[in-house]
């Protein structure tokens, strides 16, 4: 008899765990008349001038590999972008490359610069992919929490108590999935002379950037002194709708951009052409569109977020991304049971704050990226649902 | 733009209380904005959008081309007034280039236009010439894309 395949992974895989969306969605899956607040995309199509550039690509005969870093117009029109929006410039033949989306580019800066046993600092609640990506780096993450009263800012008197001897790599991502939260300028200037001061590398994740409601947006990568120690990440899928593009870049110092090209050219090679193609169209002319999205996230925003705390469900007010990020505690349930319990009481999927780290607990992640329509029997739903359940 | 117009240029069909909710307005509000839009004559009226294509109704749809006399002190206005009259006029505009009006035309057969065309608005005094396309297809129809496959979605319910 064959014996189990298991003995073959490796044992940092095997440990890791899967993540608490793919769980959760394998339940919602089989309810398909569910309202779903669960999505983490926009729920526009990609604007069709941005398709369009991609057809007409395909039709030019346009299906080659590109350069490693990725196409130089592309790279070009990135740094007249992130100029224009964040006030830094990179240099596009050594200092910018596209990625198959944000994610591969976090994944092969963490290898690129991680040894074994060094250690990374990040907060939680965040992205799924975070904690498992430093562990796939041989690496150790270490959590910093983040809370509701800090409206899921960042605490920087937090980040100086997690550090400890062998912290190499700070990951930041604000606005943040799932919270919505967002760090102010002073905050991160704090951050930024401890990042000096312990020598550390700072990776951010701007992919929310564009969709931040309340007052402007500051990358850690702007402040003085920053820009050397700075892995900048960003891409295309919220703003622009193209997560099925799959199509991100980094920008940072040449030698770190160097060193993950060495990755991404032996793992990727290089990001399809055909999004890149759309990504040209996208910066090019693709500002009134996502003006168009936000204009649309932020209203449904701030009906969302009235409606949890009318239903009791206390929720800060995210100044970003398209998540609400309420508060179950009223109900005395885990995460988990309010979620499975809401979907089968009354067919709305939400998903649990737990699937985004531990300190996720007691609350969970609303999308409020769907129609007026849904997103107010949703609300509905969910009221006589918590009428039921919280005290 | 008044946040009620916006709400309803998004096309949603909510009902007032349900925009009064969105909104966070009272529903008496959003009622006394509604009237107002409408006394101002900012907003002219509801109607649905049919698929023409599928639609049950028998409609022939021609666009005319109309070259006119502009009057002393009239100017275009009132000859192309008295054109919208007619009740087979859908909408009529003033354009630029090689000819003044365009007209958008119904009727339920083709001759029933023709007859509008020939009879009705070639002898308006004043008008000089017309020129009469009938609509084949519809492929888009007031910002509905129709005959497409359709942009379904095979997005996860619960994702990333």
């Given at each position: 008899m064959e014996k189990d395949s298991t003995r073959f992974i490796a044992d940092h895989v095997i440990g890791l765990p899967r993540s608490g969306i793919r769980d959760f969605f394998a339940i919602v899956a089989a309810m398909p008349e569910a309202i779903s607040l669960g999505i983490g995309e926009p729920d526009f199509v990609t604007p069709w001038n941005i398709r369009e550039a991609s057809i007409f690509a395909l039709e030019k005969g346009r299906t080659s590999y590109t350069d490693n870093k990725g196409l130089i117009q592309l790279r070009r029109e990135i740094n007249v972008y992130v100029e224009n929006n964040f006030g830094i410039s990179y240099n596009p033949d050594s200092e910018i490359l596209i990625s198959v989306g944000v994610s591969e580019a976090l994944d092969i800066a963490l290898r690129a610069v991680l040894n074994p046993g060094d250690k990374v600092l990040y907060h939680e609640p965040c992205y799924v992919s975070y904690s498992p990506s430093i562990i796939l780096a041989h690496a150790q993450p270490i959590a910093v929490g983040t809370s509701a009263e800090d409206q899921f800012g960042i605490d920087p008197a937090a980040v100086e108590a997690a550090w400890e001897p062998g912290c190499k790599v700070l990951m930041l991502n604000f606005p943040t999935n799932p919270t919505g939260g967002v760090t102010e300028r002073d905050k991160l200037e704090r951050i930024a002379k401890f990042a000096v001061e312990k020598d550390l590398l700072v990776i951010s994740d701007e992919?929310?950037?564009?969709?931040?409601?309340?007052?402007e947006h500051t990358s850690?990568?702007?402040?003085?002194?920053?820009k050397e120690r700075t892995i900048f990440l960003h891409g295309f899928s919220k703003a622009f709708a193209m997560t099925g593009f799959r199509i991100g870049y980094a920008c940072g110092p040449a030698e770190l951009i160097e060193a993950m090209m060495k990755i991404h050219q032996y793992s990727m090679l290089c990001a399809p052409i055909l999004s890149q193609e759309a990504a040209i169209e996208a910066l090019k002319n693709g500002g009134p569109a996502v003006a168009k999205m936000k204009e649309q996230y932020h209203q449904r925003r701030d009906f969302i977020v009235r409606r949890f705390n009318e239903i009791g469900l206390t929720c800060h007010l995210p100044k970003g991304s398209f998540y609400a990020f309420p508060s179950i505690q009223s109900s005395g349930m885990s995460s988990m049971d309010f979620c499975t319990g809401l979907l089968e009481a009354e067919s709305v999927a939400v998903v649990p704050g737990t699937a985004f780290g531990p300190s996720g607990a007691g609350f969970v992640r609303a999308s409020f990226s769907t129609s007026y329509k849904r997103i107010l029997e949703a609300a509905d739903r969910i009221e006589r649902y918590a009428e039921k359940v919280c005290s | 733009m008044s946040s009620v117009l916006q709400l309803l240029l998004d096309g949603e069909r909510l009902n007032t209380a349900q925009m009064a909710q969105v909104l966070n307005l009272p529903e008496e509000e959003v009622n006394a904005e509604l009237s107002r839009l409408e006394d101002e004559g900012i907003l002219l009226g509801w109607r649905p959008i049919f698929n023409p294509e599928k639609s049950q109704e028998n409609v022939v749809r021609a666009v005319i081309e109309v070259k006119i006399s502009p009057e002393r002190e009239g100017g275009f206005g009132r000859l192309a007034a008295r054109i919208s009259r007619f009740e087979a006029v859908e909408s009529c505009y003033l354009m630029s280039g090689a000819y003044d009006l365009l007209v958008f035309a119904t009727g339920s057969d083709l001759r029933e236009v023709a007859l509008f065309v020939s009879e009705r608005l070639a002898s308006v005094d004043g008008v000089l010439s017309t020129a009469t396309h009938f609509r084949l297809r519809t492929y888009k129809e007031q910002g509905h894309l129709l005959l497409t496959a359709g942009e379904s979605s095979d997005r996860p319910a619960v994702s990333a």
């Open positions: 992919i929310y950037s564009e969709l931040t409601f309340e007052g850690i990568a702007m402040l003085p002194g920053m | -």
